[in-house]
């Protein structure tokens, strides 16, 4: 069984590749369309592509944010960039007490 860090290392993980492969195909799609790209432009396909990379992200972030939640109680989901929390945010902040700064 992982340890809450574990999981917290691997949840970010997780979500940063999500993002990048997100950031690869809409950079392809920007690189063939133009830095203006609107996804009406693009073929079903491209957009099937797009909308399923967006949405593996968004089940990865909210992976990720759910575990926050479970280890620290502390409502994260406001007050704070949601970027931040998946990128920036150590495990020994995310688990240190409200009261601590």
Do not use: C
């Not at 968004?58 to 406001?78: M, P, T, V």
């Amino acid at each position: 069984m992982k340890t809450p860090r574990q999981k917290f290392d691997d949840l970010r993980a997780k979500y940063l590749a999500k993002k990048a492969k997100r950031a690869e195909i809409e950079s392809a799609l920007r690189v063939k369309y133009g830095p203006d790209w609107q996804a009406s432009w693009s073929s079903r396909d491209e957009r099937t592509s797009v909308d399923r990379a967006r949405a593996a992200e968004g089940r990865a972030a909210d992976a990720f944010n759910a575990h926050l939640e479970a280890i620290q109680g502390r409502d994260w989901s406001y007050g704070v960039p949601g970027s931040w929390l998946r990128e920036e945010l150590t495990f020994d902040d995310a688990v240190r007490p409200p009261s601590e700064k």
